[in-house]
């Protein structure tokens, strides 16, 4: 099933550390994370709430929570540059053009003052470099192809006009009115009931294979990673917990936080004997990190080194595509074969 493609990486992050600051308390939100994506290729990025996904993705390029004070540390690429170093304007162009980002909640994205049409339209003008009538005909365009029935006539109507599942197609429609070569889709079909929700993912989907763009998929839906991921990488913490092939990860995870993670989700696993059941406890508190496994608290293999050393991220398995698992425990306990 593997899309993996054979090029490089055309985003990449590396060892990305983001601490935020508010007036009354400093959080490391990244510490130490990094990922990939390359072209045609879908990287899941799960974890529980809170765990980074969006601070981890979206924060290089310089989107973050408002009314913070940021210290971003680390290496990120995007086509080979790097993002972390460049001027304001030039990452405000890359934010536009290179990269598209498909948010929860459409109307973070929309103009509710102005109509759909002219908004996709002005997009396409700006980072696509069309003329003003091509740039109505790509937005008309894109319309249908995000699936919107009667494009011409939605071209004028404004955002409050939209159903929720139209407003989200006509979000994607202004992702792609760029042609971006990475897609950011967070959490893109939370707030849709399930029906809309498996439209907007084929949809994404659709225009993967059509573009050949790479997509970051955030998500806490395993069942769209089954779907939609040829990459999963499982954040907790601030940290990457294990990375792979969906298949490595979902239908052969080593992590104890992947394992358990998988275990919570209903009728996923149907070899799961013993039911669903939550993982207990709650993530750590990431304002007063101790050092060591941050899953040791809710950990029931922990041992007493567990607290005291930092499990590194090591290759397992002789896939091609490289699995790796931050737990040297489990390694060690079940013979699992290293490659590092
Ligand atoms: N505006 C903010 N002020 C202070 N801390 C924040 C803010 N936004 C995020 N954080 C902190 O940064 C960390 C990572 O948050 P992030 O939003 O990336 O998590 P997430 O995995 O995307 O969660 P969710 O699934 O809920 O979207 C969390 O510990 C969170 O408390
Ligand atoms: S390193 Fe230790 S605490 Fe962390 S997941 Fe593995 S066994 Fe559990
Ligand atoms: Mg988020």
Not at 8 to 16: N, R
Not at 30 to 38: E, K, R, S, T
């Amino acid at each position: 099933m593997s899309r993996h493609s054979q090029n490089g990486p055309i985003y990449e992050v590396e060892g990305l550390v983001i601490d935020l600051y508010t007036p009354t308390v400093s959080v490391r939100a990244v510490d130490g994370a990094g990922f990939y994506v390359a072209p045609g290729e879908t990287l899941a990025i799960v974890g529980e709430s809170g765990s980074g996904k969006t601070v981890m993705t979206l924060g290089p390029l310089g989107l973050l929570p408002e009314g913070v004070a940021v210290d971003l540390r680390g290496t990120a690429r995007a086509d080979g540059k790097d993002i972390l170093s460049m001027s304001p304007t030039d990452l405000s162009r890359l934010r536009g053009g290179f990269f598209g980002v498909i948010f929860q909640d459409p109307m973070s994205a929309l103009n509710p003052m102005l109509k759909i049409g002219p908004q996709l339209a002005e997009q396409a003008r700006r980072f696509a470099g069309l003329s003003a009538t091509e740039a109505r005909k790509e937005a008309v365009s894109l319309l249908a192809r995000s699936g919107i029935p009667d494009p011409e006539d939605r071209y004028d109507r404004y955002p409050h006009e939209l159903s929720g599942g139209m407003l989200q197609r006509a979000m994607i429609a202004l992702a792609l009115a760029a042609r971006p070569r990475v897609l950011i889709a967070d959490e893109p079909t939370t707030a849709l009931d399930a029906t809309v929700q498996a439209q907007i993912l084929a949809l994404i989907r659709q225009i993967q294979k059509e573009d050949g763009i790479a997509v970051i998929l955030i998500t806490h839906d395993i069942g769209a990673v089954s779907v939609l991921a040829d990459r999963v990488a499982v954040l907790y913490a601030g940290q990457v917990a294990e990375e792979g092939s969906a298949i490595d990860v979902l239908t052969a995870p080593v992590h104890p936080y992947t394992r358990g993670l998988l275990a919570s989700v209903p009728d996923f696993r149907s070899d799961n004997a013993t039911g669903t059941k939550e993982i207990p406890g709650i993530p750590p508190n990431q304002a007063q990190l101790e050092p060591g496994c941050r899953f040791a608290d809710r950990c029931e293999l922990v041992q007493p080194q567990c607290r005291t050393h930092r499990p590194p991220l090591v290759k397992v398995g002789a896939g091609s595509v490289p699995h790796r698992v931050a737990c040297p425990v489990v390694i060690a306990a079940e013979g699992i074969v290293t490659h590092d």
